[in-house]
C-alpha cells in the first residue's frame, strides 16, 4: 500500500499522501534517507527554508547573513541567507537563526504570509485561543484561516505553538501553491487532522515528548536527546553533592540537578571530574542541569558565566529559571536564549510556574519554547491539567519531590496501593514511583546522599507496571501539593 506513493512510510490513505507526493514530485521535499519521507519529524526552520526557497525556483542569492548556527556548507546555507534577505525568515538576533528550532504553527503562518508579499486579510472570527496568538503573527493568521490553509483545531483553538511536522508543513505547502485548483482537501478522519491544515495539537507535539523506555530517554522540543531518570542534589552540602554525583554516574545514571541556590554546583563540578577522570563517562554522555535563582533575574548573562565556572563546564545542556518572578524572569529567560546562540547552554526551561496563564505569560515573550518545566509531581500531586497545556509547546514535565518530598516520603511508601504493587513485582516503593512517573511521561530526579539508595533508585528499567497498576495510581491524585514554594 506504501509502495503507492513511492515513500515505504507513507501509507496511500494517509492524509498527508497526496501533499507528501506533490510536495516531491515538484522538487520541494524529498525523502529523509532512502524511500522514507519521516511524516512524523518535526520541521525546524533551516527546513522550511530550504523548502521554500525550492519553491521559489531556487533563486541566486548575493551576500551572507553570517548566522553562527548556519554552517557554511550546510544544504541550507543559501537557503537561509535567501530567507533572511527576503526577510522571510528572520534571525533570532546575536547571529543566531535558530536552524534546529522546530517551527510552530503560528510561525508557519507568518513565514508563509511573508512568502506571500505580506497581504492585507480581513480579521475573521477569533480564536478560543487568540490571545495566545504572538502580536507578530495576528494578521498572518488572519490571512491563513481566509485562505483556507491553516484553521483551528479541538474546538476553534489555534495552538499557536503546536509543532508542525514533515507531514503537516507538506498538507500547508499544498493548499497554498495549489490553490483555485480543483483540489479536494482531506476530509475529516479518525486521525483527527486539522480540519483545514493536517494539524492536530495534540499529534503534533506528542512524538516529541514520548519517552525511549529501553535507552531511558526522550527527545526534546529542540531535538537534543535528555535522560528520563537523574539524580537530585536539593539539600545536599558540596561534599555531599560530588559524592552522590560520582557514585549515580558510576551507576549509570547521566542525568544530574542542580542550583545555584543549592550551593553545590562547585560539588557537582567535582563529581562529574572524577567519574570522567576515572573513564566511567565521557562530557558528551552527561546531561546537566542547574537552575538560575530568582536574585540573578536581573543580571542573567553574569548568572550563567557564574554556574559554568562554579560547575567547571564549558556548556550546560539545561539550565532553567527556578521560580516564576514576573517583572524580572522575561528579561533573564532571554538572556539564556542569547547564551543558547553563543553555545554556553544547550537548552533552557522553566521550573514552578504552576498555571496555564503563567507560563504562557513568560512562553508569548520567547523566542525559544521551553524543552522543560520542572514542577513539584507525585501521586498526590499529578499535574495533569499542566502537562496537557505543554502538549502544545512540545515541552516534557520534569518532577521534583518524585518521592513525595520531605514529610511525605514515607507516607507514599506505607501506601496500601503503592506497597501492594510494590510486593507484587518484588520491587520496593520507591521503585514503583520512580517507575510510575517514567511511564506516566515525567522526568524523575530522586535526591540521595546515600550509595545504596542511589544504586536501588536506577534499578527501575527491568519492570514494567501494568495499565491496571498505572490506573490504581492515577486514582491517587489529590490534586495537593506538598510545598508551598
Known amino acids: 500500500m506504501a509502495a503507492d506513493t513511492g515513500f515505504s512510510d507513507v501509507p496511500a490513505e494517509a492524509w498527508y499522501a497526496e501533499a507528501a507526493v506533490w510536495c516531491r514530485d515538484h522538487g520541494m521535499m524529498s525523502g529523509t534517507s532512502g524511500n522514507t519521507f519521516s511524516p512524523s519529524a518535526v520541521m525546524t526552520r533551516a527546513m522550511l527554508a530550504a523548502v521554500l526557497y525550492r519553491a521559489a525556483g531556487s533563486p541566486a542569492v548575493t551576500g551572507n ?37 522546530p517551527v510552530t504553527r503560528e510561525q508557519a503562518a507568518a513565514i508563509l504570509w511573508r512568502y506571500d508579499g505580506s497581504p492585507a486579510a480581513e480579521r475573521g472570527t477569533d480564536f478560543a485561543d487568540e490571545s495566545s496568538i504572538a502580536s507578530y503573527a495576528g494578521q498572518a493568521v488572519d490571512w491563513v484561516r481566509a485562505e483556507g490553509i491553516i484553521s483551528g ?6 495552538v499557536p505553538r503546536g509543532q508542525a511536522t514533515r507531514a503537516q508543513v507538506a498538507v500547508i505547502l499544498h493548499r497554498y501553491l495549489t490553490r483555485g485548483t480543483a483540489v479536494t482537501p482531506p476530509a475529516d478522519n479518525a486521525q483527527s487532522e486539522d480540519t483545514a491544515s493536517g494539524i492536530s495539537s495534540q499529534d503534533s507535539v506528542s512524538r516529541s515528548t514520548d519517552f525511549d523506555l529501553e535507552k531511558g530517554t526522550v527527545t526534546l522540543n529542540n531535538g537534543i536527546e535528555m535522560p528520563i531518570l537523574g539524580i537530585g542534589t536539593y539539600t545536599l552540602s558540596s561534599e555531599q553533592a560530588e559524592n552522590s554525583v560520582y557514585w549515580a554516574l558510576r551507576d549509570g545514571y547521566r542525568l544530574i540537578d542542580t542550583a545555584r541556590i543549592y550551593g553545590n554546583e562547585e560539588g557537582v563540578g567535582r563529581g562529574i571530574r572524577r567519574a570522567i577522570d576515572e573513564g566511567l563517562v565521557t562530557r558528551g554522555e552527561i546531561f546537566v542541569t542547574t537552575k538560575m535563582w530568582t536574585s540573578d533575574y536581573e543580571n542573567g548573562a553574569a548568572a550563567i558565566d557564574a554556574s559554568l565556572r562554579r560547575l567547571g563546564l564549558d556548556y550546560i545542556d539545561l539550565m ?7 517583572g524580572s524572569d522575561v528579561g533573564a529567560y532571554q538572556a539564556m536564549e542569547q547564551a543558547v546562540s553563543e553555545g554556553k547552554l544547550r537548552s533552557i526551561g522553566l521550573s514552578n510556574y504552576y498555571t496555564a496563564a503563567d507560563f504562557d505569560r513568560l512562553v508569548n515573550a520567547a523566542a525559544i519554547p521551553p524543552a522543560l518545566l520542572q514542577n513539584e509531581t507525585h501521586p498526590h500531586y499529578q ?20 518521592l513525595g518530598g520531605r514529610g511525605h516520603t514515607q507516607e507514599l511508601f506505607n501506601d496500601s496501593t503503592i506497597s501492594s504493587i510494590a510486593a507484587a513485582h518484588g520491587k520496593t516503593p520507591a521503585q514503583v514511583l520512580l517507575r510510575w512517573h517514567l511511564q506516566a511521561g515525567n522526568i524523575a530526579i530522586p535526591g540521595s546522599s546515600s550509595e545504596a539508595h542511589i544504586q536501588e533508585n536506577f534499578e527501575i528499567f527491568d519492570f514494567a507496571l501494568t495499565d491496571a497498576e498505572m490506573q490504581r495510581i492515577a486514582a491517587m491524585d489529590q490534586n495537593r501539593r506538598h510545598s508551598s514554594y
Do not use: C
Not at 153 to 158: A, I, L, S
Not at 320 to 326: E, F
Open 65 to 101: 547573513a553570517d548566522f553562527s548556527d548556519v554552517p557554511a556548507d550546510a544544504y541550507y546555507n543559501r537557503a537561509v541567507n535567501w530567507a533572511s534577505a527576503n526577510r522571510i525568515i528572520s534571525g533570532y538576533g546575536s547571529r543566531l537563526f535558530g536552524s534546529n528550532a
Open 153 to 158: 483545531v479541538d474546538g476553534n483553538r489555534f
Open 320 to 326: 532553567i529559571l527556578h521560580h516564576s518572578q514576573p
Open 383 to 402: 499535574s495533569t491539567a499542566m502537562k496537557e497545556h505543554l502538549k502544545q509547546y512540545g515541552t516534557v514535565l520534569e518532577s521534583w519531590y518524585p
